[in-house]
Structure formats: structure tokens, C-alpha cells
């Protein structure tokens, strides 16, 4: 669309439509976004929003601390979950106090 003069804000508005229109599967909307992932390399033209990748990153956060409280929980070590997650082990040993807490306020 690009190449037919169209300008950025008219391609991400035409996309947002689209995305509204047609609501896709989960498989087919994973296959939509690697498409329109794959576009906006070849034409360096973001099509998601400033909110919508501030959203996405906080969902990769949310994944890891999720990530980090099972392995936690699991007995893995700091310094591992440290490499799986990227986070600091002052974090992990904040976590694992918390999660500690929590286990005592349900036994009783």
C-alpha cells in the first residue's frame, strides 16, 4: 500500500479496521501478525502504536515474573532463574520472600 501512495497513518487506520472486521481465530490472528511483522521490516513502517507496544512489553514482564515465581517455587536456583528471565537476583530474592509470604498466610 505504500507503494501506492498511500501514507502510514491511512495504512495503519486501514489495518486497525481490518483487525476489528474480521476477528480471527488465534492461530490466524498469530498468522495476521507475523504477516504484518514481516511487512513492517521490509518497509521499516510500524504498524502498531506507541500504547500497543508499551502493552506488549508489559506482557513479556508479566510472562517472565510468572515464569520466575514457578521455577521458584520448583526449587531452581537463583542464578538460573536469573539467566532464564534476565531479571537481577535482588528481584528473584524479592520474589521468593513473597512467595514464601504468601505460602504461610494460606497455611494458616
Same mark, same amino acid.
Given at each position: 500500500m505504500y507503494d501506492k501512495g498511500f501514507k502510514k497513518a491511512e495504512v495503519v487506520n486501514?489495518? +486497525?479496521? =481490518?483487525?476489528?472486521?474480521?476477528?480471527?481465530?488465534?492461530?490466524?490472528?498469530?498468522?495476521?501478525?507475523? @504477516? =504484518?511483522?514481516?511487512?513492517?521490516?521490509?518497509?521499516?513502517?510500524?504498524?502498531?502504536?506507541?500504547? @500497543?507496544?508499551?502493552?506488549?512489553?508489559?506482557?513479556? #514482564?508479566?510472562?517472565?515474573?510468572? #515464569?520466575? +515465581?514457578?521455577?521458584?517455587?520448583?526449587?531452581v536456583k537463583p542464578a538460573i532463574i536469573e539467566r532464564a528471565t534476565g531479571f537481577s537476583l535482588a528481584k528473584i530474592k524479592k520474589l521468593q520472600r513473597e512467595i514464601k509470604k504468601a505460602a504461610k498466610k494460606n497455611d494458616h
Open positions: 486501514l489495518y +486497525k479496521f =481490518i483487525d476489528w472486521l474480521i476477528g480471527l481465530s488465534k492461530p490466524h490472528e498469530l498468522e495476521y501478525i507475523h @504477516e =504484518i511483522y514481516e511487512l513492517e521490516e521490509a518497509t521499516k513502517m510500524p504498524y502498531i502504536s506507541n500504547a @500497543e507496544k508499551f502493552g506488549m512489553e508489559k506482557g513479556i #514482564v508479566q510472562g517472565k515474573l510468572e #515464569v520466575a +515465581k514457578h521455577l521458584i517455587e520448583d526449587g
